[in-house]
């Protein structure tokens, strides 16, 4: 049984950081490229970032590039965001996935299973 537990998220200021952590069990973590979304309150679920198996690929949305870093330690079968300059818009559920589908560029939920119960991160202005 495949199993994902975020942790790491809680309150912080506008411009400070966090670093989330999303340990994985039951599957080949090493096989599987990863992924982070979040959904905020009343919005749908979207893509912050992927990281390939080994860790030497990952790609970022537009409003995170620059300030959020993905990686993964494939020995604990962890994988990271660390948010830096944190916003208010950052606020919201992160939740970590696990990649199994590839009918795009994986910036779509659909194309990612087994997710985890997400932790909450909340950015004060």
């Known amino acids: 049984q495949v199993q994902l537990v975020e942790s790491g998220g809680g309150l912080v200021q506008a411009g400070g950081s966090l670093r989330l952590s999303c340990a994985a069990s039951g599957l080949a973590f090493s096989s599987y490229r990863m992924g982070w979304f979040r959904q905020a309150p009343g919005k749908e679920r979207e893509f912050v970032a992927t990281?390939?198996?080994?860790?030497?690929?990952?790609d970022y949305s537009d409003s995170v590039k620059g300030r959020f870093t993905i990686s993964r330690d494939n020995a604990k079968a962890t994988v990271y965001l660390q948010m830096n300059s944190l916003k208010s818009e950052d606020t919201a559920v992160y939740y970590c996935?696990?990649?199994?589908?590839?009918?795009?560029?994986?910036?779509?939920?659909?194309?990612?299973?087994?997710w985890g119960q997400g932790t909450q991160v909340t950015v004060s202005s």
């Open positions: 990281i390939t198996q080994s860790g030497g690929a990952t």
């Open positions: 996935a696990v990649r199994r589908y590839y009918t795009g560029s994986g910036y779509s939920p659909a194309e990612y299973d087994c």
